[in-house]
């Protein structure tokens, strides 16, 4: 029986070498090769073949959300599973709208794991009960938030925080003193604005912010 090829993609290599192991030990699995974020992870897909890229959605460089639009902008085959430890609605929405086959939490990193990629490996989306949920419950909801286009919608309350404290120039480390958070969970939010946000650089976050008229909300709230 042929193998289902895995390519890992996330920047915790001890998660990584944890999942390596955990894949091969089953019958049907073999990793091929490990990313630590989008860039590498594309870089391999050129070259490497694999059935399933598995895939976190933040990591420093390029994220999860970009890595896959590329990957289908490129036409690459691989499909696509997402294992993160996001949970929000817009994210399984962004995720499965731009390419993805399947979305599975960190925190269902056993049995659920190995369905999810033998389904998607099969041509079919994976989606687990929570997941599937959240996504039915956004998708009948008849609230302003979902039937708006203002960007301000996809924030979480946390990364408008964020937001508004990178446009008045300070740095991580002060962003983390002032909400008492570590310098890396900054740099995540940050990471995860500027995916929401379609920003590659911190500049073009600072522009959007203005362009969209953001800052009023955000002094409201903080």
């Known amino acids: 029986?042929?193998?289902?090829?895995?390519?890992?993609?996330?920047?915790?290599?001890?998660?990584?070498?944890?999942?390596k192991l955990l894949l091969n030990n089953e019958p049907d699995f073999v990793v091929v090769g490990e990313a630590s974020n989008g860039e590498e992870a594309l870089r391999l897909l050129e070259h490497k073949r694999a059935d399933i890229l598995l895939l976190d959605l933040s990591m420093p460089s390029m994220g999860g959300l970009e890595c896959i639009r590329e990957i289908k902008s490129r036409g690459l085959d691989t499909k696509i599973l997402v294992l993160t430890m996001y949970a929000d609605?817009?994210?399984?929405?962004?995720?499965?709208?731009?390419g993805a086959k399947g979305y599975v939490e960190k925190n269902a990193v056993d049995t659920e794991l190995f369905v999810a990629l033998r389904t998607?490996?099969?041509?079919?989306?994976?989606?687990?009960?929570?997941?599937?949920?959240?996504?039915?419950?956004s998708l009948l909801s008849d609230s302003p938030r979902?039937?708006?286009?203002?960007?301000?919608?996809?924030?979480?309350?946390?990364?408008?925080?964020?937001?508004?404290?990178?446009?008045?120039?300070?740095?991580?480390?002060?962003?983390?003193?002032?909400?008492c958070l570590s310098v890396k969970t900054v740099d995540t939010y940050k990471t995860r604005l500027m995916e929401?946000?379609?920003?590659?650089?911190?500049?073009?976050?600072v522009e959007y912010a203005l362009k969209h008229n953001l800052l009023p909300h955000y002094t409201a709230e903080i």
């Open 146 to 179: 979902e039937a708006s286009d203002d960007p301000y919608t996809v924030l979480s309350t946390r990364e408008r925080e964020v937001l508004k404290l990178i446009v008045r120039g300070h740095s991580m480390s002060q962003i983390a003193d002032m909400l």
């Open 1 to 19: 029986m042929a193998k289902i090829r895995i390519l890992l993609a996330d920047d915790h290599s001890v998660l990584r070498a944890g999942l």
């Open 196 to 205: 929401k946000l379609h920003c590659s650089k911190k500049n073009q976050l």
């Open 89 to 98: 609605e817009q994210y399984v929405r962004e995720a499965m709208q731009a």
């Open 120 to 137: 998607v490996a099969r041509g079919h989306r994976y989606l687990s009960p929570q997941n599937a949920q959240v996504l039915i419950n």
